[in-house]
Structure formats: structure tokens, C-alpha cells
């Protein structure tokens, strides 16, 4: 049978997220109104997402010796991520600084701190323990580049289909692209990696052009409220989004990611698994929050159908 999972490499941290009615200007300050204390970092977002999206997971990270690890490994046990290849080094846990304005928008600071610690003999090894039980894995880069890039390539001669969401955006090597099966960039991220500013469906096409002149085979740029444009050498495919009212958008490009190695491990096909990663991301704006924010599998068969219904009561 073919392994059903998701290994994720990538960032644990504890997010503490300030809300206000509005972020600060330089130098200000505002009164905020919430503040909150979860676990966050892209790698553990995307490893919740794709738990909760049904997939056996494995995260391969990072924490430190201070009470923040107690609250991020906490967090990943409750939504069950498998634990076994985080390490447990010298450095302090990473941490992420949020602050949320009342439209939902977002700024963040990450401090890597323990993150920095992942070394490529510790992903080399978690690869070789999980490879006969995952067939996806998740890559961002929030670790060290180098890091980050002998994962995709390790993770591509084991046989996994790596998908790699490059944020935040910096410059790779070239020789790393051939060994990414898909790229999910946003529009910033993929006006920085292409130098094309995507601003709509034509200016997303030319910069997926970009990965793919380098040697990915599927360039799937998500675009907020226009969706997602998917370009394949076969062909190219717009995703219209889920109308919902967004309340928090940190965290929906991780549900998104998640969410969609979540249903490509469970062998669904590719449009099928964006649809769920769209919902999944859609639905992760309506909470606040990072990891707190990432829905389930059922939540996101609810809006997927709904959205079908609606569609078929306006034909």
C-alpha cells in the first residue's frame, strides 16, 4: 500500500500575538486588545494542518530547554503530531511576535533562537526513520537555507513528493528547483523569487513560468481573495477562493499548505487536494491565531459542500 503520511521539516515556535483596532505607526503606541500564547512557527503550523487534515505526521525540528518548549510540544500532542524527531537543544525555543489590526491583517517579527540549531545530519536522519511511512513532505524557510535545501533534495531521492512554500521569500539555489514537485508561493513571495509583480491571473502566470523554466513541476500560486492559479507544462487552472468574512489571516497560508499535502498523502488528485488546501486556508482567516485558527477535516468537507450547493442553487 502506498504510506499515507506527511514529514514536515521546518520552524517551531511559540507565537505571542498582540490585537488591536489598529497597528501602531513608527514609533507609537496603541492599546491592544487580546494577546495570546500558542504554539506557531510555519513548520508546526503546516504539521497541525495536515494532521487535522487526516494525515499521520511527523515534524522534524527544533525547541529549546525553557518552558516555551513545554507550551509548543504541548500543542503538537494535542493535535496529533508525531513527536519523535524534534530535537531538544542548548538555544531557547523560537519565538514569533504577531500583532493583528482589526481588519484581520497581519505583521510578524520570528526569532529563530533553537530553530537555527536544525542541522541537515538531524533531517538526513528523520528522513531514513520516516521514508517508509510518508509520501509528502513539507518544506518552508523559516530554518537555514542550507538546511532547507539539502531537505528537498534528500526528500526527493527517498522518493517523497516534496512541496515546498518559499517564506519568506529568499533566493535558492538553482540546482534545489528540479527537486521541488510543487511550489506554493503567495503573490509577494512570488513577485520576490520571479521579479514579476503579480498583481492578476496574467502577471501570476509569467512568474509561475519562472519555477517552472527551473525545473518544478507545478507552480501553485495562491492569490487571497482571487484564489489560486495552478501552471503544470500540461496546463494552467484558476481556483476561485471560499467566500468567508476573514477575521486573522496569520497562519491561512500554512493551513493551505497542510491541509493540501494532507490530501495528496491520502492519494486524492491534485485539484482535489488545492480545493481542500483553499478551504482549509479560507477557513483558518475566520479564527484568530495561528495554530488555534487551522481547521479540520470535517470543517472543511462542511464548506467545500456548502459551497456546492450554493454554486448549484445560482446555476
Given amino acids: 500500500m502506498k504510506p499515507k503520511g506527511v514529514l514536515v521539516v521546518g520552524s517551531i515556535t511559540a507565537d505571542v500575538t ?3 483596532r489598529r497597528l501602531p505607526h513608527r514609533g507609537e503606541t496603541v492599546l491592544g486588545d487580546d494577546v495570546t500564547l500558542v504554539l506557531g512557527g510555519k513548520g508546526a503550523n ?3 494542518a495536515a494532521a487535522r ?3 499521520p505526521t511527523w515534524l522534524v525540528g527544533c525547541v529549546g530547554k525553557d518552558p516555551f518548549s513545554e507550551i509548543v510540544l504541548a500543542g503538537l500532542h494535542s493535535h496529533g503530531v508525531v513527536s519523535t524527531e524534534i530535537r531538544t537543544v542548548g538555544n531557547r525555543t523560537g519565538v514569533a511576535h504577531i500583532r493583528v489590526d482589526a481588519s484581520g491583517e497581519n505583521d510578524i517579527v520570528i526569532t529563530p533562537l533553537a530553530n537555527s540549531d536544525l542541522s541537515v545530519d538531524m533531517v538526513e536522519e528523520s528522513i531514513r526513520a520516516v521514508r517508509d511511512r510518508a509520501s509528502v513532505l513539507l518544506l518552508q524557510l ?3 537555507t542550507e538546511v532547507a535545501c539539502h531537505a528537498a533534495e534528500a526528500g526527493a531521492h527517498a522518493g517523497l513528493t516534496v512541496v ?3 517564506a519568506p521569500a529568499q533566493s535558492l539555489p538553482d540546482r534545489v528547483w528540479p ?5 506554493t508561493p503567495n503573490e509577494s513571495e512570488a513577485t520576490a523569487l520571479t521579479g514579476v509583480e503579480v498583481v492578476d491571473l496574467e502577471s501570476a502566470e509569467r512568474a509561475a513560468a519562472w519555477f517552472l523554466d527551473r525545473g518544478v513541476r507545478h507552480a501553485l500560486i495562491t492569490l487571497g481573495a482571487a484564489g489560486a492559479l495552478s501552471v503544470t507544462p500540461e496546463q494552467t487552472r484558476h481556483f476561485p477562493a471560499y467566500p468567508v468574512n476573514p477575521v486573522d489571516t496569520t497562519a491561512a497560508g500554512d493551513a493551505f499548505t497542510g491541509s493540501l499535502g494532507a490530501a495528496l498523502a491520502g492519494g486524492l488528485d491534485t485539484a482535489t487536494a488545492i480545493r481542500r488546501g483553499m478551504a482549509a486556508g479560507a477557513l483558518a482567516t475566520t479564527r484568530p491565531g495561528a495554530s488555534p485558527s487551522l481547521p ?3 470543517a472543511v468537507d462542511e464548506l467545500i459542500n456548502l459551497h456546492a450547493i450554493v454554486e448549484g442553487a445560482a446555476q
Avoid at 179 to 183: F, M, P, S, T
Wanted: glycine share 8%.
Fill in 164 to 166: 515546498l512554500d518559499p
Fill in 296 to 298: 479540520d477535516r470535517e
Fill in 179 to 183: 527537486h521541488v514537485a510543487i511550489v
Fill in 18 to 20: 498582540a490585537f488591536s
Fill in 142 to 144: 523559516e530554518i537555514r
Fill in 53 to 55: 487534515g487526516g494525515a
Fill in 46 to 48: 503546516q504539521a497541525v
